[in-house]
């Protein structure tokens, strides 16, 4: 825009005047009313001006302070459950690492167990502690039975009770003759 106002040929010798690229605003002329009264007009209008700009500003300060208190609050949100993840998380690596001794102790137990349980260390601890010894022929006694089958039959009837409930007790007591 500015480079339009200055096109074209310039006729008279006195530069031209710059003119602003706002134009201010007028305010219409009033009719004059007494001084008290224009006083006292013009300061309800700063007073309330200066409220209205007060309120603005507080209301504004106090949304900037509630934002940050926001934030912070959700920062620290965020670093609380970092830190209780971490916490659990160490107690998991704790509990891996009491299960891997555990399991390393019981396999050496299970080794030792093996190792004990062979015949030839059964047999020297039986001699030292006990003071067993192996079976000569003289010890050896042999038994001779007779191939009969002493196997009986039952004579008598096998009579199995029930336990009835109450009611069918009751039932059975007013059915059955004496």
Known sequence: MAYQRYMGYQYETSPRKIQPEYEP???????????????KVNVSKASEANKTKTNTKVKLKAKVVLYIIIGFAILFSISYRNSLITESF???EELKGNLATLEKENEQLRV???????????????????????????????????????????????????????????????????
Do not use: C, H
Request: charged content about 35%; hydrophobic content about 35%.
């Open 25 to 39: 605003i007028k305010e219409p002329v009033r009719k004059k009313k007494s001084a008290y009264t224009e006083k």
């Open 112 to 178: 030792n167990i093996e190792n004990s349980l062979n015949l030839n260390n059964i047999e020297q601890s039986a001699k030292a502690m006990l003071g067993m010894q192996k079976l000569d022929n003289s010890q050896k006694k042999y038994v001779v039975l007779p191939k009969e089958d002493y196997m009986e039959s039952a004579t008598e009837e096998v009579v199995i009770e029930e336990d009835l409930s109450w009611w069918d007790q009751i039932i059975k007591f007013l059915t059955e003759p004496k």
């Open 90 to 92: 160490n107690k998991k």
